[in-house]
């Protein structure tokens, strides 16, 4: 990301749990459904989920693991 790139840092996660593609379609929906989410991306082989919160009024780290572990996956 440039310097100049207005867009609030990318959230990066480690998330166990993940048991096949069910889940990651389950838990990418549910996160990019978060208000002040842009975009969410959940990696199955790296157990990872990646998010970009928006510009205006982004998404709280925090907010994000407490939806993860609500949906039943763990940090």
């Known amino acids: 990301m440039a310097d100049d790139?207005?867009?609030?840092?990318?959230?990066?996660?480690?998330?166990?749990?993940?048991h096949c593609a069910g889940c990651v379609?389950?838990?990418?929906?549910i996160l990019e459904h978060l208000p002040g989410v842009a975009t969410a991306e959940v990696s199955f082989v790296h157990n990872r989920v990646r998010v970009q919160p928006?510009?205006?009024?982004?998404?709280a780290p925090?907010?994000?693991?407490?939806?993860?572990?609500?949906?039943?996956?763990?940090l």
């Open 54 to 59: 928006t510009t205006a009024e982004p998404v």
């Open 5 to 18: 790139d207005p867009r609030p840092p990318l959230i990066e996660l480690s998330v166990r749990g993940l």
């Open 62 to 74: 925090a907010q994000i693991a407490a939806t993860i572990e609500a949906a039943g996956f763990y």
């Open 25 to 29: 379609a389950r838990l990418t929906r």
